[in-house]
Nanobody
Framework: QVQLVESGGGLVQPGGSLRLSCAAS????????MGWYRQALGKQRELVAG???????NYADFVKGRFTISRDSAKNTVYLQMNSLKPEDTAVYYC???????????????WGQGTQVTVSS
C-alpha cells in the first residue's frame, strides 16, 4: 500500500557530501515516522536517523553533527543530508516509513529498496 522510491546514493570521496531522498506514494491515511537505516557488508542494519510527523529528530551517535534528516510532509518525502562523509559510512542506506493504512489496526512499517553509498578515495 506504500511504495518508497529512494535516490541520491553514489560514490564520494572522504569529506564529501551526498543527499538521499525517499518519496512515499500509494494508499495510506497518514505517515508517522520516517527514517534512514544503513547496513554495511557483514554487519547488521542500524538506525541512522529518524524524524516524527511533528518534526522531532533523533540521530545515531556516529552521525551527529554530520548528517541532517528532514522531511517535506506535503510531498511525503524524507531527506538525509550527509556531510563530512567517512569511509566507515559506506553502506546500503534504506528508507523506513511507518504509516497508517487501510485494513490495518496498527501502524505498518515499509522499507525502501536501498541505495548504495560508497565513501572512498
Amino acid at each position: 500500500q506504500v511504495q518508497l522510491v529512494e535516490s541520491g546514493g553514489g560514490l564520494v570521496q572522504p569529506g564529501g557530501s551526498l543527499r538521499l531522498s525517499c518519496a512515499a506514494s500509494g494508499s495510506f491515511f497518514s505517515i508517522n515516522t520516517m527514517g534512514w537505516y544503513r547496513q554495511a557488508l557483514g554487519k547488521q542494519r542500524e538506525l541512522v536517523a529518524g524524524i516524527t510527523s511533528g518534526g522531532r529528530t533523533n540521530y545515531a551517535d556516529f552521525v551527529k553533527g554530520r548528517f541532517t534528516i528532514s522531511r517535506d510532509s506535503a510531498k511525503n518525502t524524507v531527506y538525509l543530508q550527509m556531510n563530512s562523509l567517512k569511509p566507515e559510512d559506506t553502506a546500503v542506506y534504506y528508507c523506513n516509513v511507518v504509516a497508517a493504512v487501510k485494513d490495518a489496526i496498527a501502524l505498518v512499517t515499509y522499507w525502501g529498496q536501498g541505495t548504495q553509498v560508497t565513501v572512498s578515495s
